[in-house]
């Protein structure tokens, strides 16, 4: 025969543990939701050209997103400035975000974040410039335009 003996803490002593035991797991999964969430993916897809990266660290890896598009940039012609992507879409921004979805990117994530707008000169094509928004070295955006003011931004494909 066996006899355990079991020492019941008291019921306050108790009571705090749990507490702090739950302050504890519920502050673990909020720092997982919030890095799990942070993270910006480094592909995308769209029916056009399938799975593509979005790394844009370097002007080639820039480029080469450009290229995967179909178009012809020239490399000594980027421009970069600081954006910051508006915290609430008006509805420019929501027809500019339906325009990201046509290639697999939706900006609705990076509301109030700083982003930087790179724009390429473009050869050989109807349109005169590509421009990215680029987040933590990811495109989070990217769009063809002629450069004029007022006229309709393009998608990539």
């Given at each position: 025969?066996f ?8 019921s ?11 302050i504890?797991?519920?502050?673990v ?17 769209c ?39 508006p ?17 697999g ?26 421009v990215?928004?680029?987040y ?22």
């Open positions: 025969m006899v355990y003996n079991v020492k019941i803490l008291p306050k002593k108790l009571l705090v543990f749990l507490a702090a035991a739950s504890v797991v519920s502050v999964c909020v720092i997982c939701m919030i890095s799990v969430h942070s993270q910006v993916p480094d592909t995308a897809t029916d056009e050209i399938g799975t593509y990266s979005l790394k844009a660290e370097t002007c080639n890896e820039q480029i080469n997103f450009l290229k995967g598009f179909g178009l012809s940039p020239v490399p000594e012609s980027a421009e970069s400035r600081d954006i910051i992507i915290s609430e879409f008006n509805p420019v921004y929501d027809e500019y975000n339906e325009l990201q979805k046509s290639i990117l939706d900006l609705s994530r990076y509301k109030g974040k700083s982003a930087k707008m790179i724009t390429y000169e473009l050869k050989n094509s109807k349109e005169k410039y590509a990215m928004l680029i933590k070295n990811m495109v989070i955006g990217a769009h063809l335009t002629n450069g004029e003011y007022g006229q309709k931004n393009k998608p990539l494909k």
